[in-house]
């Protein structure tokens, strides 16, 4: 691309998109808690449209590097917003399908580079893929203003009832407004229920005080771990290094080592929707943390005792597990685990988490892979078992319930720790 870099640079290329990203992803929540999720999206588009520009244009690698921190500001803030836009405008009964939809589009983007890859080259052909999102960019300037609603339930939270109804009027069509705003502004019928609204309503201070307070933190805890384990798990270090699995198997064009792990990433996730109504969340994560540990054990076995084959196998495995599981369901379930009112922000901080694990994951994996050689996936194995276990223990099922059902199982988790608490302390 540039003839003279140093590895220095190159390496600044590759993390500029991830250090953009999690800037991206750790504002978006306060903006959009501001400005509503409709200007802050559009605003976005606007630093795409500017990061491709930068990026194909570029004529020297540290106006390149600029042009990827821009770019990754707007992937950033898309991850941490999107999925919590999704669950704000659906239904209650299609807010997960909905949500992993959005892992659709990135497994199907990703392919769809992969195999440009054949048509462009490292000299020149490569600028056209970094000048493609203008035109996605471009199409999103241009039609959000006409098709894009704001977020109803930002609406409802900043007190605008009129401008919900007409949003939600969009949405569903004048005769079911009653109906969605039933969904959106609960009744509180049960003690139970209207408890956690009422301290909520009560609380005097910021989203963040809000978020770190008794109310809330458990479910910020949980939602960062979920987040964090879709990247620390290792999944980036399988794509970032497949290609040497790849070659030493036989297969020398890396390309087509991408083209069939991006492949991989696909087929599952298109089910997962279909699966996660039948089985709930909870499950397909225990499943999928579970295959991919198997798969990482594998991997490497065979890398040790130098089973080309089953090394490709393991891989592929570790893929299909990873879209079948952590790789989708993070979405939805981020946004599932809080209330309106600190959703964006919520989602914000754990998809930032997620971006930090993926730098962490990019700048320490190469290290590893050289001090430990066949044996590097060890240490994603004993990540992915803690991940196992804090899932199976802190992890609740979201599939099925409603917001205010999902806060009352945090709250009784509370009242009853309290209460052991206070029995302990009489003792």
């Not at 997962?272 to 499950?283: F, I, Q, T």
């Amino acid at each position: 691309m540039f003839s003279g870099h140093t590895k220095t640079e190159w390496t600044l290329v590759v993390n500029a998109w991830i250090v953009g990203g999690m800037v991206g992803s750790l504002c978006c929540g306060s903006l959009s808690e501001r400005y509503g999720r409709k200007r802050v999206l559009q605003a976005n588009a606007v630093f795409m449209l500017v990061g491709a520009i930068v990026q194909a244009s570029a004529s020297s690698i540290a106006v390149f590097i600029v042009g990827r921190f821009l770019a990754g500001i707007a992937s950033g803030c898309a991850t941490g917003m999107v999925g919590g836009y999704i669950s704000e405008i659906s239904p209650p009964h299609l807010r997960n399908s909905y949500g992993i939809g959005l892992q659709i589009s990135f497994a199907v983007g990703l392919l769809l580079v992969a195999i440009t890859f054949f048509f462009a080259n490292t000299s020149s052909g490569w600028r056209y893929i970094a000048a493609f999102p203008v035109v996605n960019a471009g199409l999103f300037l241009v039609l959000a203003p006409f098709l894009m609603v704001e977020s109803p339930a930002w609406l409802l939270e900043k007190g605008d009832h009129d401008a919900a109804e007409q949003e939600l009027a969009r949405l569903y069509g004048s005769s079911n407004v009653q109906l969605a705003l039933e969904w959106m502004e609960p009744s509180g019928n049960t003690d139970l229920e209207s408890a956690p609204m009422q301290e909520e309503q009560q609380h005097k201070g910021s989203v963040l005080s809000l978020l770190l307070s008794p109310l809330f933190r458990r479910q910020l805890l949980v939602a960062i771990g979920v987040a964090s384990s879709q990247q620390i798990s290792g999944i980036n270090a399988v794509f970032y290094y497949s290609s040497d699995i790849f070659k030493d198997a036989g297969i020398s064009d890396g390309r087509v080592g991408g083209v069939i792990t991006n492949l991989l990433m696909v087929l599952p996730t298109v089910v997962v929707a279909r699966l996660s109504e039948r089985y709930g969340n909870r499950k397909l994560l225990l499943w999928g943390l579970a295959g991919m540990f198997i798969s990482a054990a594998g991997m490497t076995l065979s890398l040790a005792l130098s089973i080309q084959a089953l090394s490709i196998v393991f891989t592929a495995t570790f893929v299909g597990a990873f879209a079948g599981s952590l790789g989708p369901l993070i979405w939805s379930i981020t946004a599932a685990l809080f209330t309106d009112s600190v959703r964006a922000t919520a989602v914000s901080i754990c998809i930032f988490c997620n971006w930090t694990c993926n730098l962490m994951v990019g700048v320490f994996f190469p290290y590893i892979s050289d001090g430990m050689n066949s044996y590097s996936f060890t240490p994603f194995m004993v990540i992915i078992a803690f991940f196992f276990m804090f899932t199976r223990q802190c992890v609740p099922e979201t599939v099925g319930k409603t917001t205010e059902e999902i806060q009352a199982e945090f709250r009784k988790m509370r009242e009853q720790k309290t209460g052991f608490s206070m029995t302990e302390t009489a003792n």
